[in-house]
Antibody, heavy 120, light 110 residues
Framework: EVQLVQSGAEVKKPGESLKISCKGS????????IGWVRQMPGKGLEWMGI????????RYSPSFQGQVTISADKSISTAYLQWSSLKASDTAMYYC?????????????WGQGTLVTVSS | QSALTQPASVSGSPGQSITISCTGT?????????VSWYQQHPGKAPKLMIY???NRPSGVSNRFSGSKSGNTASLTISGLQAEDEADYYC??????????FGGGTKLTVL
């Protein structure tokens, strides 16, 4: 069974850095691309970017380019989403999702989500 | 890339059928057969319900069906059940080689 398990909820202050994770199991981690999706409180889904763990080829949504960094370590089947300087507006639920067919960019498998709260 | 347009809410009674529309442009919905639909219950992660416009992943009820005409895709749920009450999001591949989501539709089962 394909599973994506994300790291736990985080509470941070503005200006702090953060790296959240998404660990894949039940499949070959380099078989699927991993995407990240933001959901702000009470709002819809927003695509942030995607990475192929095999060679770390990464694409970003223009809205998030330069704001976050997506990376992966295939040796431990884990993808990451990180911020160097958080803002209050980064408060949201963040989901990782597995993409079986990268040409289609459809999200076949989802992690349980990581809630990030940024508050002074 | 602007978000795809979905109705904010739809409702139906148990046993009825409802349809949720998802309108884009020729640069996304109309240009590719890569439209997907996701169901999200409160406090839960989204779940893929339809991919490639009309295909159901294994395990998804055949009460869920998808279609597309021009720049508008549709999700139809037949034989509505209480457990179908959730938010539904469409998504499409775009000419920018990125995906775009719809704004989401809240389905209420009366």
């Amino acid at each position: 069974e394909v599973q994506l398990v994300q790291s736990g909820a985080e509470v941070k202050k503005p200006g702090e850095s953060l790296k959240i994770s998404c660990k894949g199991s039940g499949y070959s981690f380099t078989s699927y691309w991993i995407g990240w999706v933001r959901q702000m409180p009470g709002k819809g889904l927003e695509w942030m970017g995607i990475i192929y763990p095999g060679d770390s080829d990464t694409r970003y949504s223009p809205s998030f380019q330069g704001q976050v960094t997506i990376s992966a370590d295939k040796s431990i089947s884990t993808a990451y989403l990180q911020w160097s300087s958080l803002k209050a507006s980064d408060t949201a639920m963040y989901y990782c999702a597995g993409v079986v067919v990268p040409a289609a960019l459809q999200f076949d498998y989802w992690g349980q989500g990581t809630l990030v709260t940024v508050s002074s | 890339q602007s978000a795809l347009t979905q109705p904010a809410s739809v409702s139906g009674s148990p046993g009825q059928s409802i349809t949720i529309s998802c309108t884009g442009t020729s640069s996304d919905v109309g240009g590719y057969n890569y439209v997907s639909w996701y169901q999200q219950h409160p406090g839960k992660a989204p779940k893929l319900m339809i991919y490639d416009v009309s295909n159901r992943p294994s395990g998804v009820s055949n009460r869920f069906s998808g279609s597309k005409s021009g720049n508008t895709a549709s999700l139809t749920i037949s034989g509505l059940q209480a457990e179908d009450e959730a938010d539904y999001y469409c998504s499409s591949y775009t000419s920018s080689s990125t995906p775009v989501f719809g704004g989401g539709t809240k389905l209420t089962v009366l």
